[in-house]
C-alpha cells in the first residue's frame, strides 16, 4: 500500500491521559482498552476511556520497563534489577525474579510472548584512559516467559541501555553506551553480528572524563533484516545535551552490517532520542524523546526512504512510543516537568499518555 499517495499522515491527538508520576514505559493491553505504565514510583494501570489510574505495585526503585505477556497478565522491570510477573486480573504477583544486581535499563518481549530479555550494566572506568570495565554480570538475559526460567546469559560491554527482539522471535539485539550493538539467535545464543557507530557517543572533556549518551532505543525493521538504533549525536560538552537527534538504519543482511541510512541533514534539532516505535502495517517510524533545540521532540519517517514525513512537539519528555496493534494510532508516554509539591508534600501527576490517530479521516 502506497500510503503516501492514498492517505494523508497527519497525527491527531485524541486522548490525553495522566499518571501520578513520570512514565519511563508504557505498553496497550490485547484489547486496546487500558495501557500500563512503568513509572518512577510503581506499575499503574490507566484506562483510555475514562483516564482513570490506578496503581498496581511498586519496584524497590523506579519501574524502568513494562510489557503485557498475555490479556491479563504483565511483566516489568526496574532499577532494582527485578523482573516482575503480575495479574491485574487478580491483583496479585506471580513470580519476581532477581535478574541483575545493577539496574535493568530495558526489557522486551518477543512477539509470540514467549520470551523475554533484560539488558543491565553500570559504566564503570577500566582503566586511566577511561576505557569501560569489563561487565561484573551479564549485560543481556533471556528468559522463558511462562516459567520464569533463565534461557541465556549473553554477554555485552556495559552498560547496555536498549534491547529488542525480531518480529519472528528469532534474533535479540542491544545496544549500549558506547555506541556498540551486538546480535544474538535467541535459540542458540550465538553472536550473529557485532559492531560499533561512534555517532551515538560522546566523551566528554570539559566537565566530566567519560562517556556519556549512547543506544537508548532499538528496533527491528518488519522484515527482521534490518535494526533502527535512536539517540543523540556527538557533543563537545555532552552535559549540554545539544546532540543532534539521530537515528540510523542498519542491515543485517550480510556478515558485517552496512549503514543504509540515518537523520538527514535539515530534518533533525538538538536532543536525545529515547524512543523508537515501527508502524506493524506500513511503512514508517517514529522517533521521540528531549527537545533541546529546534521545533519538533517526535517526528515521523519513512522507513524505505529515510524521509522526514511529519513532526510533533509535545510539550513533554517522551519515553516510550508504541503503535497500536493494526496501526493507525499510536500511544506517546512520557513526563512534564515535577512541579513544585503542594502543602501536604505531593506533586500533581506529571506522568503522560497521549494517544494520537495517525491518519486523516481514520474511522479506527
Known amino acids: 500500500m502506497n500510503y503516501m499517495n492514498q492517505e494523508k499522515l497527519e497525527p491527531k491527538r485524541i486522548k490525553e491521559l495522566k499518571v501520578s508520576s513520570g512514565v519511563l514505559s508504557a505498553a496497550i493491553s490485547p484489547d486496546e482498552k487500558r495501557v500500563v505504565s512503568a513509572a518512577m514510583d510503581g506499575v499503574y494501570l490507566t484506562e483510555i476511556e475514562t483516564g482513570e489510574s490506578v496503581k498496581l505495585y511498586s519496584h524497590e526503585s523506579y519501574a524502568s520497563s513494562v510489557e503485557w505477556v498475555s490479556e491479563n497478565v504483565l511483566v516489568s522491570a526496574g532499577y532494582d534489577g527485578r523482573i516482575i510477573w503480575f495479574d491485574v486480573a487478580n491483583q496479585s504477583e506471580i513470580r519476581n525474579e532477581k535478574a541483575h544486581q545493577f539496574w535493568s535499563w530495558d526489557l522486551a518481549v518477543s512477539a509470540d510472548r514467549a520470551r523475554l530479555a533484560s539488558v543491565t550494566g553500570q559504566y564503570l572506568a577500566g582503566g586511566y584512559k ?88 532499538i528496533r527491528f525493521a518488519p522484515d527482521g533484516e534490518s535494526v533502527l538504533l535512536a539517540g543523540m549525536g556527538p557533543m563537545r560538552d555532552p552535559m549540554a545535551g545539544n546532540g ?117 479521516g481514520s474511522n479506527v
Open 130 to 217: 577511561y576505557e569501560p570495565a569489563l561487565e561484573t554480570e551479564p549485560s543481556l538475559r533471556i528468559y522463558d516467559v511462562s516459567t520464569g526460567s533463565l534461557l541465556h546469559d549473553l554477554p555485552h560491554v556495559p552498560s547496555v541501555q536498549a534491547v529488542t527482539i525480531s518480529p519472528d522471535g528469532k534474533r535479540v539485539a542491544a545496544g549500549n553506551l558506547m555506541g556498540e550493538v551486538r546480535v544474538y539467535d535467541l535459540d542458540s545464543g550465538a553472536l550473529t553480528h557485532q559492531w560499533t557507530t561512534n555517532d551515538f557517543t560522546s566523551w566528554g572533556i570539559i566537565k566530566s572524563h567519560s562517556y556519556l549518551g549512547g543506544i537508548f532505543a
Open 244 to 360: 543532534k537527534q539521530l537515528w540510523q538504519k542498519w542491515s543485517l543482511e550480510s556478515e558485517k552490517p552496512i549503514l543504509l541510512d540515518q537523520t538527514h541533514d535539515g530534518e533533525s534539532g538538538e536532543g536525545l532520542m529515547e524512543a523508537l516505535a515501527v508502524d506493524p502495517a506500513l511503512p514508517f517510524f517514529v522517533m521521540g524523546g528531549r527537545l533541546r533545540g529546534g521545533d519538533w521532540n517526535a517526528a515521523f519517517f519513512d522507513l524505505n526512504s529515510g524521509n522526514r514525513l511529519h513532526t510533533l512537539k509535545t510539550g513533554f519528555r517522551i519515553t516510550d512510543v508504541r503503535f497500536y496493534e493494526q496501526g493507525r494510532r499510536i500511544l506517546i508516554a512520557g513526563a512534564t516537568g515535577q512541579g513544585k509539591p503542594k502543602d501536604e508534600g505531593a506533586f500533581d501527576p506529571f506522568g503522560r499518555l497521549e494517544i494520537y490517530e495517525t491518519f486523516a
